[in-house]
């Protein structure tokens, strides 16, 4: 019996480790480092912009009017609320403040009354010159409120309309009409006409298509007109000098220009306290429904 010599055994091929893979480091090179502070710059710069302003009308309206003038620094040395209980003790802000809601609320309801079956007809019918009539509607957003103020003025006298809250609704409508209905009409065209179709084939008549198929799908269009409708109403001023001219009228951007008075001294803290009180509101409620603006527009702007 032979025995395997060593020299003679049967050799095991060698087992080779591959070598790990190495983690790959980011590196950031010069390059990726300016074109990172190239776009934080105009971004900040933007931010601040828009900020500055909100944060001095803030400061303002926590001092005296004569500490505006001796103490003008970045915090105010004593704050006080004095010039928001002399904006709630005006005698004609609360009747302001009314009519600048009913003026938005009512121009945002007629606005979409009006714009939601206009703009289903342009996206849905075809007729002869549709797309220059639609052009055409755009027309108005290229004339300035000073322009009109003439004009409205002496339609309003010889129509008997002059001094009354519901002219200012009529006007803003139409003024916001055009863009309402280019928007919805964009949002209106990327809804599949199936969805359509297949309601009217259970008997739904078009009416009904617009209340339950299209306007549930449009909501998004519908919030951005409702929020561009309402600040529009809200902060227009030059057709409420020229159309109102009784002080119970009136509207908050009517009342601020009010406090411009010959008193020597302007009274600073409380045209900011009036100012913010005026804005804060509309801010926090868009900001609840900004997501659904953006969207609106985005999807309204194509074709």
């Given at each position: 019996?032979?025995?395997a ?14 070598p ?13 480092r ?13 931010v ?56 938005g ?6 606005t979409i ?31 300035p ?40 009409v ?32 449009s ?49 600073y ?7 913010l ?25 194509g074709?």
């Open positions: 019996m032979t025995t010599s060593p020299t003679t055994a049967i050799e095991r091929p060698l087992v080779t480790e591959l790990l893979p190495r983690k790959r480091k980011v590196r950031f090179t010069v390059r990726s300016l074109v990172q502070v190239l776009l934080w710059i105009p971004l900040i710069a933007l601040l912009w828009t900020i500055a302003p909100f944060f001095v009308t803030v400061v303002a309206s926590l001092q005296t009017r004569g500490e505006v003038f001796a103490n003008p620094g970045i915090l105010p040395a004593n704050p006080t609320f004095d010039s928001y209980v002399k904006v709630f003790e005006m005698p004609t802000f609360w009747s302001s403040l009314g009519n600048s809601l009913f003026v609320v009512a121009t945002t309801i007629l009354a009006i714009a939601v079956p206009a703009a289903y007809a342009f996206a849905r019918f075809n007729f002869r010159g549709r797309a220059f009539l639609l052009l055409f509607t755009l027309l108005p957003r290229l004339v409120n000073l322009a009109l103020m003439v004009p409205l003025y002496r339609l309003a006298v010889q129509t008997g309309a002059l001094d009354k809250i519901f002219t200012l609704v009529i006007v803003y409508t139409g003024m916001l009409l055009p863009l309402a209905v280019f928007l919805l964009g949002f209106y065209r990327k809804i599949p006409l199936e969805l359509e179709e297949a309601a009217s084939i259970d008997g739904a008549s078009m009416w009904q298509r617009i209340r339950y198929v299209v306007l549930p799908l909501i998004p269009a519908l919030i951005t007109i409702a929020v561009l409708a309402f600040r529009e109403a809200w902060n227009e001023f030059t057709l409420v000098l020229v159309l109102m001219t009784s002080a119970e009228n009136r509207t908050l951007p009517f009342e601020l220009f009010s406090l411009e008075g010959t008193e020597g001294i302007p009274d803290p409380t045209q900011a306290a009036l100012a009180l005026t804005v804060i509101p509309f801010i926090l409620v868009y900001m609840r429904i900004e997501r659904y603006v953006v969207q609106g527009i985005t999807a309204g702007s074709k």
